[in-house]
C-alpha cells in the first residue's frame, strides 16, 4: 500500500502521513480485531462495569445506552478502538477540539468525568459494546450514485487533486487501524459531514500533523457527501488495508 501512486506522487505532502500509518502498521498485533476482549487488552485496563455505571448518568442522554447515538448527528461511540475515545476525551478536555459541535456539547461533558480512571472506564465501556451495524446501500438512482462516487473515493483516492484513499489509514473494511486511526463503518452519515466539513474548514484541529485538514481540504461539498453516504454502508470487520476486488462493497 505504500506503493500506493498518490503516496509517492508528492513525497513530502502526504511523508508524515505515510510515516504515521507505517507505525500503526507495525503496532497492530496480529490478533487484533474489531470484536472486543482484544480490545480489553490493548486498552489498558479500564473497568467497562465501572463505565457503564458513569455513563449512565453522564453519557448515554447523548451516546445511547449501547452506544449508537439517539440524535443524529452526535456520533456512535460503540466499538470504536479505546485509544482513539481516550485520546477524544483528552482533546475536548484542553479544548483541542472544540469545534462548532463539540462547543457546548462535548466541551462541557467532559467536566462532569472525574479523573483519569473515571475516564479509562467510560472508554473501556463504550469500546466493549457492538460497533454500528452497517446501513443499507441506498436505492434511489441519484443517492445510489452519490454512494458510487463515494466508494470510488473511498478505494482509489482523487488522483487530480491528490486526495489519498481513505482505506489506507481507515482500513478497507472501515473499521479503522488502532491506535491512531479510529473505526468510520456505520458511522451516521449526519456526523460524517459535519466532521469532514470542520477539518475541511479548520474549526476542527485536533488531528495528528494536519492529516485529516489536509485531506478534507481538498474535498468539495459533493465529494464531502459523497464519502458520508457510503462510508455508514462499511460494515467494519477485522482492519486490513487492501481487500480483493471481489469482497469490496
Ligand atoms: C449533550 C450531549 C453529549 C453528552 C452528554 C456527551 N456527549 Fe460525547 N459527543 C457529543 C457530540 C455532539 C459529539 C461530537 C462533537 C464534535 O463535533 O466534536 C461527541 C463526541 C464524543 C466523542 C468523540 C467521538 C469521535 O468519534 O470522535 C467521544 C469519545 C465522546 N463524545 C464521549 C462522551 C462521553 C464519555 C460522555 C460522558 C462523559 C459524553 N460523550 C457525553 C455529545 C455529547
Ligand atoms: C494518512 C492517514 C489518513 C487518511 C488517508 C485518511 N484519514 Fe481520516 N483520519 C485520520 C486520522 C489520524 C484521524 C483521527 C484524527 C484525530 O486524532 O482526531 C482521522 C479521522 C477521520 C474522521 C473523524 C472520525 C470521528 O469519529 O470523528 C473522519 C470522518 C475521517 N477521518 C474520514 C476520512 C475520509 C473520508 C478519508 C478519505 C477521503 C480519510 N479519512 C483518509 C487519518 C487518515
New binding site residues.
Partial sequence: MMGRRWFGMDGRQFASGVLVVSMALLAVPSHAGPKNGVIGVINGGGNPELGKA??KT??I???GADGI?P?N???D?AG?WPQ??LK??HN?ASKK?D????K???I???K??HGETE?QD??AF?SSLAPPKAKPVPTKTKDLAMWKAGKNIFYGGIRATDVPACEACHSATGAGIPPEF?RLAG?NKT?LV??LT?FHDGT?ANDPNGIMRDIAGRLDKQEILALATFIPTLSGGAPTTRLPASQRR
Fill in positions: 458513569d455513563a453522564m453519557c442522554v447523548c451516546h447515538s440524535v448527528g452526535f456520533p461511540l470504536q482513539y475515545l477524544e476525551l475536548f477540539r469545534d462548532p459541535l463539540a457546548g456539547t462535548m462541557d461533558a467532559v462532569t468525568i475516564m467510560l472508554v463504550f479510529p458511522q456526523y459535519e466532521q470542520y476542527r
